[in-house]
């Protein structure tokens, strides 16, 4: 049989079997008798702020050296103002009587995000025995969303300098719950000492990491051997069992340690490892679908139980396929710019604990998007008017599911996405004013159709906009000007923003130029009158805020043709067409010129100080491009030209 090598995963706790025999309490301390809240005097207790850092408080709470810099803090979620309510992912509770120390984030100054925390809370000196000294404290996080909080154990045998400590343990990181949890060392390597215990916070960028019920014990050494244990996880005969479990069993009386032992063989002789406390985890994979027989043997000083019982698992195999059940396979007209996708869990004794979607345009698609542990992906910004492939990998420990269906859908031809705001009160756009458009509305809805209402724009040109209120607006409103240039559906190409006015009271004024290389084209603006100072301030073209509004106009856009060619009486180019050299004329000073093909992109462009010019385009080849002209006050004209 090929052996099996397995690594105990303490993380340096030392949890000693021994619990269950006569104990004698050397030292303990629940911080009841302390004053609330205090950072300093605290009993005998030793508290060292090494990070020097002002520490995170929350939001709608107070209480006495809140936000102070601090080490640790004795702290009553009761005695707060106002008293501190418990949920599921936030309980600042002791988990006796009702204060506990604890150590709130550090604030780095630097940036004012938080960094990490170097927080010492220190014992008063403590004499142990010359038997089984064991430590014990409960420890925990007290915010999940913050996530789990680390912190480190030493032990000082001569001061309470944090430089005269040596470790006790690795760092270690709590569960991200907020439930207490018991962290248990073995002191005898310092039996018969003087003793100063330590616990460092060491947390970055988390909330708040609590300490109680602190005690030393000291338990007598055994005189008889242990008796056998009940196991306990993985039940007996399970099956779809990880291939790394944790085994876990009762604790034994008079057992100083566990040996576990774990193969296929119906009374396993091959020793894995030795526990010290009730729980054991195998750091190497098992087999899949493979049945396993473990016991676990206490011992001590005395010896070994005999004839413990010997319990068996399966391993759990590879998961089935999972079922997509949306999109439809072959689903057509489907949503690009959000889409739920779901499937249900795979059948079989062996459950997945994760699930990869592949999605693209390839028949067998190789794109990962993302790994989840639900039912459900929501794919975004998928291009409309495509194919797409999917198919969706059930995984577990064992491996991933293989052979499973490729799913295909096509999404809807492009659509504008939605916008609006969700309040009908405060301030709402009463006129808009642009080119050939003077639209009044007095509706309060938060988006409006103006789409029939017909905008006539010519490229190259530029026009004054105006959006007013009637009613009261605000000092931090603003307006937004989008207009789809390309004809796409989106406002998200360059360019396509075209305005944003100055935050004020109505009314909001800006000029929009139609560039001069824009396609002839009919199509949509889209005009926003946002909020800025609101928390839901939204300047994007998509979305909602919870104030001011959203309107949609259609703009025909007219290219300029030959005939636009000096309309403006303040200048003049020739000859046109033209075979190489045109020549530029204005009442005033031409500041610049600049050369665009028919898409809109700039040809060329030369810097002028002077009224009368010209241009050599005999390296362009044959065709149309629009001049554009600006003048040393500002005004533009843009003049179609024919290049022989």
């Not at 910004?381 to 052979?403: E, F, M, Q």
């Amino acid at each position: 049989m090929k052996k099996i090598l397995f690594s105990l995963c303490t993380a340096g706790i030392l949890f000693s079997a021994n619990t269950l025999k006569a104990q004698t309490v050397i030292f303990e301390d629940s911080f009841e008798s302390y004053t609330n809240f205090a950072i300093a005097n605290v009993g005998n207790w030793t508290l060292v702020d090494a990070d020097e850092s002002d520490t995170y408080g929350i939001q709608g709470y107070s209480w006495t050296n809140a936000y102070a810099p601090q080490a640790f803090n004795v702290f009553n979620s009761t005695a707060t103002t106002p008293a501190l309510a418990t949920t599921a992912t936030s309980n600042w509770s002791a988990r006796t009587g009702q204060k506990a120390m604890v150590s709130f984030a550090a604030i780095m100054p630097a940036d004012g995000g938080s960094g990490p925390n170097n927080d010492w809370l220190i014992s008063p000196p403590i004499q142990l025995t010359t038997d089984i000294n064991n430590l014990s404290f409960w420890a925990k996080a007290c915010n999940a969303t913050y996530s789990a909080e680390k912190f480190r154990v030493y032990v000082s045998t001569t001061d309470t300098s944090i430089d005269s400590f040596t470790p006790l343990s690795d760092i270690i990181t709590t569960p991200a719950a907020v439930s207490w949890k018991e962290y248990s060392y073995n002191l005898n390597q310092y039996a018969g000492q003087q003793v100063y215990i330590a616990i460092q916070c060491t947390s970055e960028d988390q909330f708040g990491f609590a300490v109680d019920d602190f005690k030393v014990v000291s338990i007598p050494p055994a005189t008889t051997a242990p008796g056998c244990t009940t196991l306990s996880t993985p039940a007996n005969s399970a099956t779809g069992i990880s291939i790394t479990p944790t085994l876990t069993w009762a604790a034994a009386t008079n057992a100083d340690s566990y040996d576990v032992y774990l193969d296929t063989n119906t009374d396993p002789t091959t020793l894995v490892g030795n526990a010290p406390s009730t729980s054991y985890t195998l750091t190497t994979s098992l087999a899949t679908n493979t049945k396993y027989y473990w016991k676990v043997v206490p011992k001590n000083s005395v010896g070994s139980a005999s004839g413990c019982t010997v319990y068996s698992f399966t391993t759990l195999t590879v998961p089935n396929c999972a079922t997509v059940t949306a999109p439809a396979n072959g689903a057509t007209n489907v949503a690009y710019q959000s889409l739920p996708i779901t499937w249900t869990a795979p059948s079989g004794t062996s459950a997945a604990s994760s699930y990869e979607v592949y999605l693209d345009k390839n028949t067998n698609p190789t794109t990962l998007v993302n790994t989840v542990t639900t039912t459900t992906y929501t794919a975004t910004n998928l291009d409309p008017s495509s194919t797409y492939y999917l198919k969706v990998i059930a995984k577990n420990t064992a491996g991933s599911a293989t052979g499973c269906t490729v799913y295909s859908f096509t999404t809807m031809a492009p659509t504008y996405c939605t916008a609006g705001a969700t309040s009908t009160s405060f301030e709402k756009i009463s006129n808009v004013t642009f080119a050939n458009i003077n639209k009044n509305s007095t509706a309060t809805a938060g988006y409006e159709d103006f789409t029939s209402t017909i905008g006539n724009v010519t490229a190259g040109q530029t026009y004054t906009f105006t959006a007013s209120f009637t009613g009261t607006s605000y000092d931090k409103d603003h307006v937004l000007v989008w207009i789809d240039f390309n004809n796409d559906k989106d406002f998200n190409d360059a360019g396509e923003q075209v305005l944003v006015t100055a935050t004020k009271k109505s009314p909001w004024t800006g000029s929009i130029t139609i560039p001069a290389g824009a396609t002839a084209t009919t199509t949509r603006m889209r005009v926003r009158l946002n909020d800025s100072g609101s928390s839901t301030s939204n300047i994007t073209p998509c979305g909602t805020s919870t104030f001011g509004q959203v309107e949609d106009y259609t703009l025909n856009i007219g290219a300029l043709s030959v005939s636009d060619v000096n309309k403006a009486d303040n200048i003049k180019a020739y000859p046109n067409p033209v075979k190489d050299v045109l020549k530029l004329e204005a009442a005033g000073n031409i500041k610049s010129v600049k050369v665009f093909d028919t898409t809109g992109k700039q040809i060329m462009t030369k810097e002028l100080n002077e009224a009368k010019s010209q241009i050599d385009l005999s390296k362009l080849g044959t065709g149309v491009y629009v001049v554009t002209t600006t003048l040393a006050d500002g005004t533009t004209t843009s003049t179609k030209v024919i290049k022989e």
